[in-house]
């Protein structure tokens, strides 16, 4: 199964759900491939927000090797499910989504989780490093979450 975790820059938010959602499947010996995008060009190549990298390697993670892309239609056919951080990235993703079959593998990363509250994966970026923590723990709930109820789908 593959897996692209898709947020505005790919600098906060989507690196770090790539992260924690790749450790809690293998975690659970679920079989994932996972990656992560921005919808905007802004940060191509770029390493991610270096309050990202501090909040996780406090949490025993490294994303500092990750690199910034940007989400293209492409990803449409190369994977199999496509999560959004928050409102704006399902409605641009949404958009792009040019076929009922694109549309069908966008959900909203929190939606699918479950969690209400909050119920979009806030953006740090204009934040502190408190912010980018409170990011990190609702980033890792979900997570472990969704890598537990696909795994329950398909047993
Ligand atoms: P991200 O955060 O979408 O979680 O990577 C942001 C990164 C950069 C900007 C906004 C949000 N920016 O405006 O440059």
Do not use: W
């Amino acid at each position: 199964m593959k897996v692209l975790m898709v947020c505005l820059g790919n600098i906060c938010r989507s690196p770090i759900a790539e992260e924690l959602f790749r450790d809690a499947c293998q975690k659970i010996g679920l079989q994932v491939q996972v990656d992560s995008a921005g919808t905007a060009s802004y940060h191509i190549g770029k390493a991610p927000d270096s309050r990202m990298i501090r909040t996780a390697s406090n949490f025993g993670h490294d994303i500092s090797t990750l690199r910034a892309r940007q989400f293209k239609p492409s990803d449409f056919e190369l994977f199999d499910v496509i999560f959004a951080m928050d409102d704006e990235n399902f409605s641009d993703l949404r958009k792009l989504a040019n076929k009922e079959e694109y549309a069908s593998k966008i959900y909203r990363f929190q939606d699918y989780a479950e969690v209400l509250v909050p119920d979009f994966v806030p953006d740090p970026y204009y934040g502190t490093q408190k912010d980018f923590e409170h990011t990190f723990d609702i980033v890792r709930t979900s997570a472990i979450k969704i890598a537990e109820k696909i795994k329950n789908k398909q047993s």
